[in-house]
C-alpha cells in the first residue's frame, strides 16, 4: 500500500500520539507509522530519489511509451517497500530485546527487596518500636498507638520508646541507653519527619540514621527501618531511607505512614494519625515481619 501524503500527526512533535499508537520508524527526519504487525510496508517517500509525483504517475500496466521508466520506477517503489519492512521488523525485535531486559531488571529488584529477612522471635524476646511522635501515638490514647496494636496483632512485647518532637541527632543520642534498659531482639526505627519539618539537610538525617542502624546491628540486634514522607502536598518517603535499608539488607516499609497521611479518615491532625490511622500503621509492619520470617 502507498501513502504518498502523511498527516501532521504523524510528525515527531506529538509524542504522545506516538506513544499512544505504537512502534513508528524514523528516516531522515520524517516519521513512518504506525504500524502493526510490524513488517507492514510503508513507502517512504524521498528513499532511492522516489517523489509523490513518482507514485503518482505509476501505471497500472506496463503499456505505453514509458513502460520502461515506469517499470523502474515501479521496481524502485516495491524495493523501497521491502526494505521498510525488513528495517520495520529489525527495530520491532530490538524493541521486544530492550523489554525482556527491563522485565529481567525488574525481576532482579524485586528479588533483592525480598532477600533482607530477620531472625525468627521468641515468644519472650523484646521489640522496641524507637520514634518520635507517629511511635509515641499523638493523635490517639496511648492504647492505640503502633506499637501496642502490633503487640497485640504478633503476640509479643513491644516498647512503645517514642518522644514527640525528637530529630534524628537526638535519636542517635538517645538510641544506647533504650537498648541497653530494654536489651531487645529487634528494633524499629521511624525517625526523621522533624528534622524535614525543621529543613535539615536530607545527608545529615541519612547520617544520623545510618549511625543509629550501625550501632544496632554491631550490638547484634535486627532492625526494620520506617520511612516518613517529606513535608508536602504530593510527597512519598525520601530514597535514603531506601537507600539505607539496602545498603544494611534490612526490611524497610516506605509506604505505610505516607498512605495513611494521605486520607483524612486516618489523621487527627496534619502530620499525625488518628486511632484507625495506627491500626493501619501496626497492621503493615506486622505484615512486614511476618514475611521477613520474624513471627
Known amino acids: 500500500q502507498l501513502y504518498p501524503f502523511f498527516p501532521p500527526i504523524f510528525c515527531r512533535k506529538y509524542p504522545l500520539y506516538r506513544l499512544l499508537k505504537g512502534i513508528y520508524v524514523q528516516r531522515s527526519g520524517q516519521m513512518i507509522g504506525p504500524y502493526w504487525p510490524p513488517v507492514r510496508p510503508r513507502l517512504r517517500i524521498g528513499s532511492l530519489g522516489i517523489t509523490r509525483g513518482m507514485v503518482a504517475r505509476l501505471p497500472v500496466t506496463g503499456e505505453g511509451p514509458d513502460s520502461n521508466v515506469a517499470a523502474r520506477q515501479h521496481a524502485l517503489t516495491s524495493a523501497s517497500i521491502r526494505s521498510t519492512g525488513r528495517d520495520n521488523l529489525v527495530v520491532f525485535r530490538q ?4 523489554f525482556a ?3 529481567v531488571v525488574v525481576a532482579l529488584a524485586g528479588c533483592s527487596s525480598k532477600s533482607a529477612g530477620l531472625p ?3 515468644a519472650d524476646d523484646v521489640i522496641v518500636a524507637f520514634g ?3 511511635t509515641y501515638g499523638t493523635g490517639a490514647e496511648a492504647k492505640a498507638s503502633y ?6 496483632l504478633i503476640g509479643r512485647k513491644v516498647i512503645r520508646a517514642g518522644v514527640p518532637g525528637e530529630v534524628t541527632a537526638q535519636g542517635r543520642a538517645r538510641l544506647a541507653s533504650v537498648i541497653e534498659e530494654y536489651n531487645p531482639r529487634l528494633v524499629i526505627v521511624c525517625l526523621g519527619g522533624n528534622d524535614m519539618l525543621r529543613r535539615v539537610s536530607e545527608q ?3 547520617r ?3 549511625a543509629m542502624l550501625a550501632d544496632i546491628q554491631r550490638r547484634g540486634i535486627a532492625a526494620v527501618l520506617i520511612g516518613v514522607p517529606k513535608p508536602a502536598l504530593l510527597t512519598s518517603a525520601p530514597e535514603f531511607y531506601a537507600e539505607l535499608a539496602a545498603e544494611f539488607n534490612i526490611p524497610y516499609e516506605g509506604k505505610i505512614v505516607t498512605s495513611v497521611l494521605y486520607k483524612s479518615e486516618y489523621k487527627s491532625d496534619a502530620i499525625h494519625p488518628n486511632a484507625e490511622g495506627y491500626r493501619k500503621i ?3 509492619i506486622a505484615e512486614l515481619l511476618r514475611k521477613s520470617g520474624a513471627v
Not at 524493541?95 to 530492550?98: E, K, S, T
Not at 506499637?147 to 497485640?152: D, Y
Open 95 to 98: 524493541g521486544l530485546r530492550m
Open 101 to 103: 531486559a527491563a522485565l
Open 120 to 122: 525468627a522471635l521468641a
Open 132 to 134: 518520635d511522635s507517629l
Open 147 to 152: 506499637p501496642v496494636v502490633l503487640a497485640q
Open 204 to 206: 545529615e538525617i541519612k
Open 208 to 210: 544520623n540514621l545510618r
Open 282 to 284: 501496626a497492621e503493615a
